[in-house]
């Protein structure tokens, strides 16, 4: 398992993320493929499907819809040799009730890894660490009798420092606990390096910005490399 990236203050990137809707950049679908549009059938094996469920983070606000990090990510993965298709199923202001809620539509195609990421307006709105894990927990759960041959991982994310350091560490914790008990690997905070970093952020000081974005996909690439490695081998 791969242990959580404990960040200071730089933890407020993780926040706020955003409004359903709010900005028409973000997916109109929470649900898209990032390949290529326009390509002609085959009649190949699809290749394997990598859903990444997740807030306005994953979705891309701000950014037109191929900088968002999983569009990024489809590409490192493509230069790398790996035949994947990235799902991108980012939703604006979704909190983890709203992916415990939106889990069956976007689980009803089969998927070979799905990689979570929620959490992030959970402590934005203050909201009780064990609710949102106890969510999180019964997204994993749905998602392994959904999906019973699929990897999943669940990626860190981090309180606002503002809510005080009993939270924040509480809530820190809560990820670290969920990935132990249900046996998922766990990824390192999603804004690692990003986050806090104006030159890498947009003007809200929350969303990447293109580059932020591009090392976003790095980092997340890194780390999911040997999960996206074993579908090869199978």
């Known amino acids: 398992m791969i242990d959580s990236v404990v960040v200071g203050a730089a933890v407020v990137g993780a926040l706020g993320c955003g409004k359903p809707g709010e900005n028409p950049k973000a997916a109109a679908a929470p649900i898209e493929s990032t390949t290529a549009r326009g390509a002609p059938a085959t009649t190949t094996t699809a290749p394997p ?12 606000l701000g950014v037109e819809p ?60 203050g909201l009780d660490p064990d609710t949102t894990a106890a ?59 990003v986050g806090g970093k104006p030159e890498l952020n947009q003007d809200d000081g929350i969303h990447p910005n293109p580059e932020g974005a591009r090392r976003v996909a790095a980092t997340v690439f890194k780390s999911l490399r040997p999960v996206l490695d074993s579908l090869s081998r199978k």
């Not at 900088?67 to 790398?80: E, I, M």
């Open 66 to 125: 191929d900088s968002a990090y999983p569009a990024v990510l489809q590409r490192l993965a493509t230069a790398a040799g790996l035949k994947i298709d990235v799902i991108n199923g980012g939703l604006s202001g979704e909190t983890s009730a709203g992916a415990l809620r939106r889990a069956d539509w976007l689980l009803s195609q089969r998927v070979a890894v799905l990689v979570i990421e929620t959490g992030a307006n959970d402590g934005l709105r």
């Open 135 to 193: 969510n999180i927990a019964a997204l994993i759960g749905k998602a392994r009798a959904s999906q019973p041959g699929a990897a999943i991982v669940l990626m860190q994310m981090e309180a606002p420092p503002n809510l005080g350091p009993a939270y924040t560490h509480r809530f820190h914790a809560l990820f670290g606990e969920v990935a132990g008990s249900t046996g998922v690997r766990l990824l390192p905070f999603l804004l690692d390096g």
């Open 49 to 60: 499907r990598v859903l990444f469920l997740g807030t306005s983070l994953t979705a891309g």
